[in-house]
């Protein structure tokens, strides 16, 4: 019994000798010739998942930056939208006030324009001005059909092809808020010869 009773045993199946740093006869006999196939077969398959990998990311990668791009593009048009929105319903009230600031002006021409009615003039005013109205109209001013609207027109004597149209009398002032007409200054014209500089 005691020959069949074997103890615990070692064996050493490294395959390079550690004392002489050889590698080993029985490492090389039993090796499958399969394997470096295989092993080929593993970097095959390790590439292709690469590949597949770096295509998979370029495409997200590709998505996501149309994603953002549209979401750009969305967000610029919703603020022009809400600064057009903006502008159009100060224009309409403002353009609601255009009778009361045409009687305030006649008030002051009449100078009725004092006590309580200049100080709530002025405080008109000064809102209409903070929300962008501007007037514009003035003797001088070279005609405009696109802000004017002439009702009368004359010509100075002797004037020729050459003339230039000029704003002779402001009957009523135009206004406008941010680049838009709202409504144009009504006035008289004349046919002048331009002025010699």
């Given at each position: 019994?005691?020959?069949?009773?074997?103890?615990?045993?070692?064996?050493d199946n490294r395959k390079v000798d550690p004392e002489t740093g050889e590698v080993r006869a029985h490492a090389?006999?039993?090796?499958?010739?399969?394997?470096?196939?295989d092993g080929l077969a593993d970097a095959?398959?390790?590439?292709?998942?690469?590949?597949?990998?770096?295509?998979?990311?370029?495409?997200?990668t590709a998505d996501l930056q149309r994603v953002q791009a549209e979401y750009a593009n969305y967000r610029k048009r919703v603020e022009r939208d809400r600064s057009l929105a903006r502008d159009h319903a100060i224009a309409d009230v403002l353009l609601?006030?255009?009778?009361?600031?045409?009687?305030?002006?006649?008030?002051?021409?009449?100078?009725?324009?004092?006590?309580?009615?200049?100080?709530?003039?002025?405080a008109v005013d000064s809102v209409a001005t903070r929300f962008g109205l501007e007037t514009y109209g003035v003797i001088g001013?070279?005609?405009?059909?696109?802000?004017?609207?002439?009702?009368?027109?004359?010509?100075?004597?002797?004037?020729?092809?050459?003339?230039?149209?000029?704003?002779e009398n402001v009957y009523q002032v135009g206004f406008r808020h941010a680049g838009?007409?709202?409504?144009?200054?009504?006035?008289?014209?004349?046919?002048?010869?331009?002025?010699?500089e």
């Open positions: 019994m005691a020959d069949h009773e074997e103890g615990f045993v070692f064996r090389t006999e039993g090796a499958d010739q399969s394997a470096p196939s095959n398959g390790i590439d292709e998942a690469a590949a597949f990998t770096e295509f998979a990311m370029a495409e997200l609601a006030l255009l009778p009361i600031l045409d009687d305030m002006q006649r008030a002051r021409e009449h100078n009725e324009f004092v006590g309580a009615l200049k100080a709530m003039g002025e001013d070279v005609f405009d059909p696109a802000i004017h609207e002439a009702l009368t027109h004359t010509v100075e004597d002797g004037v020729g092809a050459d003339a230039v149209t000029i704003v838009r007409v709202l409504r144009p200054a009504r006035v008289g014209v004349q046919d002048r010869a331009p002025q010699a």
